[in-house]
């Protein structure tokens, strides 16, 4: 007679593995199976209508009496994404860093005065590659310290720390996945942004810099990551990151497009806004980036066999194209990066991620046709 105690203990611990599923682990590329044990686990809420934009949106005091700094505590998600960072730890969003795409669209208009529709596209966007849309939860990153580093996290509970389509190689300040550590700010990569910073900017950090850091960081991921990959949303979000501190960080009362390199190590290291910070004087978006673009021609593309084997994709959608493929960006988000995540999904997933997708499409479809990867229905 066979024993049926290795089987019982296997069927008790893989039913307390998707018991503690967390709310807000993500979702995104799990297999079929995983899926039909992890989703009926879930409460399915269905994602809400966007909050509208903030009534006021000129410059005022966001380093107040109401959102201090304050560190985050061990259970604290804190990422790759320096700006959220900084919002989590003023309140601007959820301390803990566990958001609804509701809670991170009020806090990016709220905190940094970001216009409304690229904060749906943020927010939206994350949701799909990198959050739980049944739940409707995103984590902004890993579990945090206190004393250091966050320590990395399983990827299904990482978000925005997972490797992918927003988070990718060649950041300003964080690592390349492929070394282990994508998530904690990089005192060297820091360096190279003091450095171009007094080179080309006269000791501050301006578009000039931004598009010749962008160039060298690319640079160094060809030289020394087997896996480097610079295409789809992480193409378009390693341009957009090198105007976002210019446009956010710097204060509105000034406004001048000349960012303090001090400054920039307390969002970049720490998120934290300096003392008597105030937001941008408008709604900002990425103001600034055809002159990131400009500086160097860099084609969408990836290390094909090893370090120093970059090859551009002729079919990725680029900068550099005739005219700027806007849909071809979102073509390529929602056919390749998001249908590669959930290539069959059903049911409950499957309403959960047309309700994301119509949502996403509210804010970068533009002009372009709506595509319906999963059907109308």
């Known amino acids: 007679m066979v024993s049926l105690i290795p089987f019982v203990t296997l069927a008790l611990a893989f039913a307390s593995s998707v018991a503690a599923f967390p709310a807000y682990g993500s979702l995104a590329g799990l297999s079929r199976e995983a ?12 994602a809400a209508d966007p909050p509208p934009p903030i009534a006021y949106n000129g410059t005022k005091l966001v380093n ?6 304050r560190p985050p ?7 790759p994404c320096p700006g959220l960072n900084t919002l989590a730890n003023h309140g601007y969003i959820p301390h803990s860093g566990i958001a609804t795409p509701e809670q991170l669209i009020e806090g ?46 399983p990827a299904t509970a990482a978000g925005l720390d997972t490797h992918g389509p927003f988070e990718g190689d060649a950041s300003t300040t964080r690592g390349d996945a492929y070394f282990g550590d994508n998530h904690s700010f990089n005192e060297t990569l820091f360096q190279e942004f003091v450095d171009l910073s007094n080179q080309y ?19 160094d991921s060809i030289a020394t990551n087997p896996e ?10 390693a341009y957009a990151e090198m105007v976002f501190p210019i446009n956010f960080w710097i204060d509105g009362r000034r406004g001048d497009g000349q960012l303090d390199v001090e400054v920039a190590r307390g969002f970049y290291r720490d998120g934290r806004m300096p003392k008597d910070f105030h937001r941008a004087s408008k709604p900002m978006s990425a103001e600034g980036i055809e002159a990131i673009i400009a500086a160097h021609e860099i084609l ?13 994709d002729p079919n990725a959608p680029s900068f550099f194209s005739n005219t700027t493929d806007s849909c071809g ?22 309403d959960a991620l047309n309700r994301n997708l119509d949502l996403f499409y509210l804010a970068a479809g533009g002009d372009c046709p709506q595509v319906f990867p999963y059907g109308q229905d």
Do not use: W
């Open 73 to 79: 505590g061990p259970n604290d998600m804190r990422g």
């Open 201 to 219: 900017g006269a000791g501050k950090y301006n578009a000039t810099v931004g598009g010749e850091l962008r160039y060298r960081r690319v640079q």
């Open 108 to 153: 990016v208009q709220e905190g940094f005065n970001m216009e409304y529709f690229t904060a749906l596209i943020l927010a939206y966007g994350g949701m799909l590659v990198d959050g739980n849309v049944v739940t409707n939860l995103l984590s902004i990153g890993g579990k945090s310290s206190q004393t250091g580093p966050a320590p990395p996290a």
């Open 300 to 312: 969408p593309g990836r290390n094909v066999n090893g370090t120093n084997t970059y090859t551009p």
């Open 329 to 350: 960006f979102y073509n390529d988000f929602v056919n390749i990066t998001v249908v590669g995540l959930y290539p069959s999904p059903t049911r409950v997933l499957k």
């Open 228 to 237: 480097f990959s610079f295409m789809g949303a992480r193409y378009v979000a």
């Open 35 to 46: 899926l039909a044990e992890i989703v009926p686990t879930l409460e399915y809420r269905r």
């Open 64 to 69: 107040d009496a109401q959102h201090p700094y």
